[in-house]
């Protein structure tokens, strides 16, 4: 590079030089003069002694420094830096990643005191197999069933490690409509009554009575009554049972474990949406959808709609009943069924009209309504059904979760087959949070976070 070249140091200065066009033939005389000449202004601009250096210094500080106090690690505690918590299903909760891994790992869990005691699923699977000689691990078994057996003596079995159960459960998160996006509440007990507010109008009152006025001076206070009142969740039980045969445990118990924890927590997960969905209430949990849910709210169809058809009249009129505050939480929930009639709904202008949601189908469909996700689940009822298209805010449904899940295995259930029956099971409830749609302030319709459509028989 000729001497009289100067580098420059920002990017004004490089302005300034590109600006003399006598510049371009120095810079690149050689390919050498040419990387030369971009080396050495990258260097400028971020090597050691530059703002940019010295900004990205100051930053690595600042987390460093926020990272040991959140940690309660002292400036004394040169290794403590080493036992930091890094697994995110058991970091604090102003550093998780994700609302699914806060519902998942509870470090105050039945399980939790298993925690480390086996190296993985495999492991555990292993020692919990009823055919298992080794004496050691069997021991080991029996303090863990007998521990157990204490504080649910009817379901007998294994404990599951909190640390398994959590990793289970967080490949069902990923998978579930409901759990992943509700409010999930640990429950220490079998029966946990959790608040609620009684609310049913906000006509002159909020939260079922709390009153907010204005006044003079020394004026008389204006007495308000709100409503409070309990939602129970009582821990009904689900169970996962499968059949294997013998062989392919003795044969390649690892690749079994591997099964078990791919398709185990996805089918549980599938059977716990069903029952958060349109659940009965009797020995599982209350749905959201359908008449069972008195908090809901059911647009009713239009005049002359067809049969087992949606319109788009159907679709705005969901979007006016939902609560304003969970406009920007809500999801759409639909049947397969209801697709065609989604994509091919129509906006009619006078005596002409075009779709909705299509225009041509050469790219991917679209998934959202109104900005809103649209997530397609056989879980819904079936086309025409009131149940075919829902507009919802789960964070209005509770799910109370036991946290604790057991597993089991016995060969007399079908021991003329040599087949080993596996028994999982866990402990969750699952309800609407309010107990009625809300009549809002202007004494409109009803609003609710639940909002379908009636039948259209």
Known sequence: MAPTLTVPRNADELEEMLGDTSNYAKIAETPDTFKNFILDYAKNQQGDGTELQRQIETETQKQLAALLRDNEVSNGERDAIKRL?????????????????????????????????????????????????????????????????????????????????????????????????????????????????????????????????????????????????????????LTGFALVPNELLQDSLISFAALIETLWPQALAFFEDIAFMSGSGVGEPSGFLGAGNSAAVAVAKESGQAADTIVVENVIKMYSRMLPSSLARGIWVCSPEAIPELYTMALSVGTGGGPVMLTNVAGPAPMTIFGRPLIVSEKAGRLGDRSDLSFVDLSYYLIGDRQQMSADSSTEYKFGNDQTAYRIIQRVDGRPWLKSAITPANGGPALSPFVEIADRA
């Open 85 to 237: 918590n890094l697994d995110p299903q058991t970091r604090p909760a102003q550093m998780l990643t994700s609302h699914k891994q806060a519902t998942a790992y509870n470090p105050k869990a039945v399980g939790a005191a298993l925690d480390g005691k086996f190296e993985n699923a495999a492991d555990y699977f292993r020692h919990a197999w009823h055919l298992n000689r080794d004496p050691q691990q069997r021991a080991k078994m029996e303090d863990i069933r007998n521990a157990y057996s204490s504080v649910v003596p009817a379901d007998g079995g294994f404990l599951v490690p909190e640390t398994l159960r959590s990793q289970l459960l967080q490949i069902a998160l990923e998978s579930s409509v409901v759990r992943s996006r509700a409010t999930v509440v640990p429950m220490e007990t079998a029966r946990v009554p959790f608040p609620m507010i009684d609310s049913t109008t906000s006509v002159g009152s909020v939260f079922g009575g709390m009153i907010g006025y204005w006044g003079e001076e020394g004026a008389a206070l204006v007495e308000s009554s709100p409503k409070f009142g309990r939602a129970v969740l009582d821990a009904k039980k």
